[in-house]
């Protein structure tokens, strides 16, 4: 089917943005003209602006589908197999120089 209304409505809502970014824009314009100072966007805008993104994201997330949940492949093995990586074991660290017995201090031959 070429026209699908879930993209219709995401289309509709991304072109509501645009006119609330417009409108903010031409709000702009129009204060400057009198010399006032742009101190926070009109209430209008701001009900355009949450009307369009609630109509973007209702389209956006009925043209994704339906979430699938996320399956653990974690059940199958046990904490001890993930624990292990023989690629980062180091045998030959500084304790062969240390004394075995700090007491007596002699190390082991």
């Not at 314009?29 to 209702?58: P, T």
């Not at 389209?59 to 699938?68: D, F, I, S, T």
């Not at 062969?96 to 017995?101: D, E, K, T």
């Amino acid at each position: 089917m070429f026209f699908q209304f879930e993209s219709f409505v995401t289309f509709l809502g991304f072109c509501v943005l645009a006119h609330a970014a417009y409108a903010t824009i031409q709000y702009r314009h129009e204060l400057k003209l009198h010399g006032q100072e742009f101190e926070f966007v009109s209430s209008s805008v701001v009900v355009e602006l949450l009307a369009g993104v609630a109509i973007s994201f209702y389209g956006v997330l009925k043209v994704a589908g339906e979430l699938n949940p996320i399956l653990s492949s974690m059940t199958e093995q046990c904490p001890e197999q993930l624990d292990f990586r023989p690629d980062f074991m180091n045998v030959n660290h500084r304790s062969r120089a240390l004394p075995v017995n700090p007491l007596t201090n002699k190390k082991q031959s």
